[in-house]
């Protein structure tokens, strides 16, 4: 099973800031299938981004993934008020044996 | 507009099943698969299982082999989950959520408040 270890586990930033989480996996994830996840209090979890770099229809153009092997990254360029979430990262590139990293809370500073 | 609708709150004695329900709307039953994902208050996400109903194949994640059955009702465009062997640490709620075939889950339920307790 591949893990995947999410850092750093909190981060607080202000609005306008940018903001860069990271996603390391226990081996390499094929063909880049990551994706990213945005989650709110008492919602269920929003499509941002898959393929590691594509973005999800709707998705705001500050919200970017890069990254590839075992190293991934989701940075939003510009924070918003509405960003402030925890956000996961995805691998299927095992699949079906589908794995989650365990998280990144974005806060407000 | 895709849309997928589950079932509500269920408590359950310790040792009993649960059986929840997912309702899918706007074609896409047909052409994709259906994941269960579970988050326990406060915890992260964990994949439990998927079905793709028209091709009629099932995985399952190794730690619920046994446990976990997911069907499909072609006929209602539904989607079902039923764990069996309650125990505490499966209090969470969970998720259905269509997988386009990819391995990426979009749209997702609601989500299912499921509470183990005697």
């Not at chain 2, 989950?81 to 269509?98: F, G, H, P, V």
Request: charged content about 15%; aromatic content about 12%.
């Amino acid at each position: 099973e591949i893990v995947l270890t999410q850092s750093p586990g909190t981060l607080s930033l202000s609005p306008g800031e940018r903001a860069t989480l990271s996603c390391r996996a226990s081996e390499t994830i094929n063909n880049n299938y990551l994706a990213w996840y945005q989650q709110k209090p008492g919602q269920a979890p929003r499509l941002l981004i898959h393929g590691a770099s594509s973005r999800a229809t709707g998705v705001p153009d500050r919200f970017s993934g890069s990254g590839s092997g075992t190293d991934f990254t989701l940075t939003i360029s510009r924070l918003e008020p509405e960003d402030f979430a925890v956000f996961y990262c995805q691998q299927y590139g095992s699949s079906p044996m589908y794995t989650f990293g365990q998280g990144t809370r974005l806060d407000i500073k | 507009q895709v849309q997928l609708v589950q079932s509500g709150a269920e408590v359950k004695m310790p040792g009993s099943s649960v059986k929840v329900s997912c309702k899918t709307s706007g074609g896409t039953f047909r052409r994709n698969t259906v994941s269960w994902v579970r988050q326990a208050p406060g915890q992260g996400l964990e994949w439990l299982g998927r079905i793709s109903p028209y091709v009629g194949t099932r995985n399952y994640a190794q730690k619920f082999q046994g446990r976990v059955t997911i069907i499909a009702d072609k006929f209602s465009d539904t989607a079902y989950l039923e764990l069996s062997s309650l125990r505490s640490e499966d209090a969470a709620t969970y998720y259905c959520a269509i997988d386009g075939g990819f391995g990426y889950f979009d749209p997702w339920g609601q989500g299912t408040l499921v509470i183990v307790s005697s």
